[in-house]
């Protein structure tokens, strides 16, 4: 990379990150009790009165820390598939790692009756299962990005019918419960669901980035990748294991939302021109996107908030097909 | 005192195939080593283990004297470089990006670009003519210039020991003589020990100092070109009745496959027998 190329990457950084702040006061300022940005600053450094305290450490920054993470693992975990499968598709949602989430979510609902607690663990060790699953299908003895997308396609094809299947078979009230927590939302989200993802967050990053070069290069092919000295086996696993916990913890606080995984690293390597698998351009980019939609959610229809999934499902999906219809034109030519 | 890359006794195969046995070689130091066979011989599979690819079912691959497999993958790419034969150019990399990931071995996970790393890359893609296709996205350069950015990626390596997986392979006769005459030049002029699987023998007698011909998993012959490369010998390893003459141009042996049922007329009282329908 030349260093004009290696500051783009750090200014886009920069101004990502600057985005996602600027973009999570914004969401701390609105609702039924709206503040000024300056207010919301000053109460955010231990200010304000009590009553702008108690609204803003309790009630609304919970809520926006959980989107900042639950955004930036999303992404992350979205960037480490994009570049382990050499596959823009690869993503947690197409691969079957969401589908798998949910699965566990929904028997913590259906089949135990649990609360918040039991969906979030259901969740997260039904993606780790999940994801041991492909790993075992699609990857023993030597990955192939396409192998790896038809496996998890199929997956997720058998985890929707079963998904479908527990839905049918719970009362309306768990039904309902349900129905909205796969939908991904972001309602009265509290410090627990925060601490989750971004505790995942916090301890997974470090990992993740030192692996940055060593994914850029396995991206070569696994001989060239070896012959550069990078330990293809130990870094693939990794990886998969980090995007699977990211991903895992992701939805254990927020539920399945879908298409950030898929489309925030797409949009920051377009930000950034650069190669490889932009680890940090995407968590920035994804914690931006994820909050911005959450302020979306509650604003768009004034008295009457969308779950964050309705919006990332729409952007993300228009998204989708876009990307695959590009792609279809680059094919043809 | 032993050569620096050896293979001793090694097994070799993929899953349940089995392509050689009781393979062992020397890579002379300072050499420009070549390796020919027919089609699933196993050279390109014997290069893959000696460049620590490929894990050999039994055997050691040593490396200044010290098994391959038992030593650090970052520190076998200082010495040794790998141009593989499936390398994929990620979407819109250009050819200053991909030359740069050729110091990985020589980088820390979070280090940032040293000025030896600078030096690296400039001399990899001076040595390769590539300097100008520096801004350059790789997938739209031709084959052989693509071909010539792999090469200088591995040169970035800075290694002292070069394999090369079929470097000619796809290319027009011109771009092959191309490559083979950076890879003399590295001999020569740099000192490099170079190590590459080739497919054209007239090529291979040309540029090789050393010349292995390979059959079923089995090395036939090695030494001098003009060791190896005889009528009777090329007979036993490509099962082709041909003539070796000397090469007008150089001097080195030139092979020339006997004629066949259909081919176009040749010299009156060809002493071969045309083989029959």
């Not at chain 1, 190329?5 to 990502?16: D, F, K, M, Q």
């Not at chain 2, 997938?139 to 200088?152: F, N, Y």
């Not at chain 2, 080195?252 to 010299?267: D, E, K, M």
Request: proline letters at 5%; glycine letters at 12%; a neutral charge.
């Amino acid at each position: 990379m030349t260093a004009r190329a290696r500051l783009r990457v750090v200014g886009v950084s920069a101004a990502l990150a600057v985005a996602a702040i600027v973009i999570a006061l914004v969401s701390i300022s609105g609702g039924d009790y709206p503040m000024s940005l300056p207010d919301v600053v000053r109460t955010l450094f231990g200010g304000g009165s009590p009553a702008d305290a108690f609204i803003v450490r309790e009630l609304r920054l919970p809520r926006v820390v959980t989107a900042l993470a639950v955004g930036g693992a999303l992404a992350l975990a979205g960037a480490l598939f994009q570049s382990l499968v050499r596959n823009p598709l690869g993503s947690p949602d197409v691969l079957g790692f969401t589908q798998g989430s949910a699965t566990g979510g929904l028997l913590a609902v259906v089949v135990l009756g649990g609360g918040s607690t039991a969906v979030a663990a259901g969740s997260v060790l039904s993606a780790i299962a999940t994801g041991a699953a492909i790993y075992l299908l699609a990857w023993r003895g030597g990955g192939h990005g396409h192998r790896l997308i038809l496996v998890g396609i199929g997956v997720a094809g058998i985890l929707t019918g079963v998904n479908s299947y527990l839905l049918t078979r719970a009362n309306i009230v768990d039904a309902a419960r349900a129905v909205l927590w796969l939908t991904g939302s972001l309602d009265g989200r509290g410090w627990g669901q925060a601490a989750v993802a971004g505790g995942a967050l916090v301890l997974l990053t470090p990992v993740v980035a030192v692996l940055g070069r060593a994914l850029a290069n396995l991206e070569l092919g696994d001989d060239p990748a070896r012959g550069l000295g990078v330990n293809v086996g130990a870094v693939r696993l990794t990886a998969l294991a980090c995007a699977v916990l990211l991903a895992a913890a992701a939805s254990a606080a927020a539920g399945p939302v879908l298409f950030v995984a898929l489309t925030a690293p797409q949009l920051a390597r377009r930000l950034t021109g650069a190669t490889g698998p932009n680890l940090l351009p995407s968590l920035l980019l994804g914690a931006a996107l994820l909050t911005g939609a959450d302020v979306l959610a509650q604003r768009l229809f004034p008295g009457h908030q969308l779950p964050v999934g309705v919006v990332t499902g729409l952007l993300g999906g228009g998204y989708l097909v876009l990307l695959l219809a590009r792609t279809a034109r680059r094919a043809r030519v | 005192m032993s050569d620096r890359l050896r293979g001793i006794d090694l097994t070799l195969g993929y899953d349940g195939r089995t392509v050689a046995e009781d393979l062992s070689i020397d890579i002379p130091d300072g050499s420009f080593t070549v390796i020919v066979g027919p089609n699933a011989c196993g050279k390109s599979t014997l290069l893959r283990s000696l460049a620590r690819v490929l894990k050999p079912k039994a055997g050691h691959v040593l490396l200044d004297g010290r098994d391959i497999a038992t030593r650090p993958a970052r520190e076998v790419a200082r010495t040794l470089g790998l141009l593989a034969q499936t390398a994929v150019a990620p979407d819109g990399i250009t050819v200053a990006d991909l030359v740069s990931r050729g110091r990985y071995p020589h980088r820390g996970p979070l280090s940032t670009w040293s000025d030896a790393d600078e030096r690296a890359v400039r001399w990899a893609m001076e040595a390769t003519a590539v300097t100008p296709l520096a801004g350059a996205f790789v997938d739209e350069l031709s084959g052989g210039q693509r071909q010539r950015v792999w090469i200088a990626m591995v040169l970035a390596q800075e290694t002292p020991l070069l394999l090369l997986d079929e470097p000619t392979t796809y290319l027009d006769i011109t771009h092959q003589l191309d490559i083979l005459e950076l890879c003399a030049r590295l001999h020569r002029e740099h000192g490099r020990t170079l190590v590459a699987v080739l497919h054209d023998l007239n090529l291979a007698a040309r540029y090789a100092t050393h010349l292995v011909a390979m059959r079923d998993g089995r090395i036939l012959a090695e030494g001098t070109p003009a060791e190896v490369v005889t009528e009777a010998m090329m007979e036993e390893v490509f099962a082709l009745p041909c003539r070796v003459i000397p090469d007008p141009e150089t001097g080195t042996a030139l092979v020339i496959p006997r004629r066949r049922l259909y081919s176009a007329a040749g010299v009156e009282g060809d002493e071969y027998p045309r083989t029959q329908p």
